[in-house]
């Protein structure tokens, strides 16, 4: 069986990226009850049933003096929606994480590619390790524009004209460009999500400074408010202890 590619197939344009928290077990006191447990045993089940407020001192300690073992005892599944070479740089974090992702073997991949808009940086300056970017100028932002979407038309006919042909899937694909949005459930605990968070967010609070690639930022940055509302006052301790994970 093979993919006969639809003729009004349009291809499409974007400059966002989407995170959806689609299902968690997580709040702070998850991190009480771990960390309680060497000093109470079984009755650390009580902080189930506690006003975890009363303890944000105890969660500040842990964060503080790196006591890290606690803050796994949650989780967080996320649907995100993004370029693939965000996904690439999104699977070097492998402690604490689990990924599935849609195949391009298995299915049709849809047109859909990523542009960048008028507030993404354009220009390098400086050497590797110590560089910065700067506003690109008009010209440069319609060249990235017109030449990204020619090169993507391009590509997307030539894997159509594959599919057509009755050319595999899994081979087809090859001809397409990390510019295509892919989607993925990412899972993770609060302890690899600022692991994650110190690498792939620049924030004035962090101790050690990072200098992420704005699209994966992007990410970081929507995952970052989902999970804000979910731990609270694990959220504030990370941010009072320099954005380190413990």
Known sequence: ????????????????????????????????????????????????????ERSKGLINFLMRDRHGSPFEHNSMTFFISAPIFV?????????????????GRYRQLEPVFYIPDASRKLVQQGRPGKYHFVEGTQAQQEL?????????????EAYQEMLAAGVAREVARSVLPVGLYSS?????????LMHFLGLRTKHELAKVPSFPQ?????????????????????????????????
Request: charged content about 30%.
């Open 144 to 156: 990235v524009g017109r030449v990204m979407e020619d090169s993507y038309r391009q590509s997307y």
């Open 87 to 103: 996904f690439r740089e999104f699977m070097r974090h492998r402690v604490g994480w689990s990924y599935n992702e849609e195949s």
């Open 1 to 52: 069986m093979t993919d006969t590619p639809a003729d009004d197939l349009k291809i499409s344009f974007r400059s966002d990226v989407t995170v959806e928290l689609v299902k968690h077990t997580a709040s702070d006191a998850d991190v009480l009850f771990a960390a309680r447990v060497s000093t109470l045993g079984e009755q650390s089940l009580d902080e189930l049933q506690k006003d975890p």
């Open 184 to 192: 993925m459930y990412a899972t993770c605990n609060a302890r690899s």
């Open 214 to 246: 704005r699209e994966i930022e992007m990410v970081g940055e929507k995952m970052e408010a989902e999970w804000a509302k979910l731990m609270p006052l694990t959220y504030a301790a990370f941010n009072a202890n320099g954005r380190v994970a413990p």
